[in-house]
C-alpha cells in the first residue's frame, strides 16, 4: 500500500477553479492506477475520475467530463485534479485512491479495486 495525503480544496464561487493533488510515499507510485472519488454530505461516495499507470488513459464519470482533468506526475509521485467551472452540486470531500491491481481496463474505476485511501480535502462551492 502506499501512503496517500490530499491538499488544494477550499471554498470557491460557482465558475471558480480549483486544483487538486495527491501525493503518494514510496518508489512504486507508477505502479498504481489511480483515481479521485468525492462524497458530498448525506450522500454516498462516488466515482470522480481516473488515470492509468502510465497517465495515458483517463476516464470520468459524466458529470464532470468537459470541467475536470486528471493527471499524474510520476516522477513527483503526485496525482492531480483540476477543477474547471465548478458548480454548486461538485460540493464534496474529495479522496484520492490507488489501485494496486485490477482487470479489464487500463485504469481501475470501481471503489473495491482500490487498496489506499487518503484522508480526504473538502471542496466547497458557493453560489
Known amino acids: 500500500q502506499v501512503q496517500l495525503v490530499e491538499s488544494g480544496g477550499g471554498l470557491v464561487q460557482v465558475g471558480g477553479s480549483l486544483r487538486l493533488s495527491c501525493a503518494a510515499s514510496g518508489r512504486t507510485f507508477s505502479s498504481y492506477g489511480m483515481g479521485w472519488f468525492r462524497q458530498a454530505a448525506g450522500k454516498e461516495r462516488e466515482f470522480v475520475a481516473a488515470i492509468s499507470r502510465s497517465g495515458s488513459n483517463t476516464y470520468y464519470t459524466d458529470s464532470v467530463k468537459g470541467r475536470f482533468t486528471i493527471s499524474r506526475d510520476n516522477a513527483k509521485n503526485t496525482v492531480y485534479l483540476e477543477m474547471n467551472n465548478l458548480k454548486p452540486e461538485d460540493t464534496a470531500v474529495y479522496y484520492c485512491?490507488?489501485?494496486?491491481?485490477?482487470?479489464?481496463?487500463?485504469?481501475?474505476?470501481?471503489?473495491?479495486?482500490?487498496?489506499?485511501w487518503g484522508q480526504g480535502t473538502q471542496v466547497t462551492v458557493s453560489s
Open positions: 485512491a490507488a489501485a494496486a491491481y485490477w482487470t479489464g481496463r487500463p485504469y481501475p474505476v470501481q471503489s473495491y479495486e482500490f487498496d489506499s
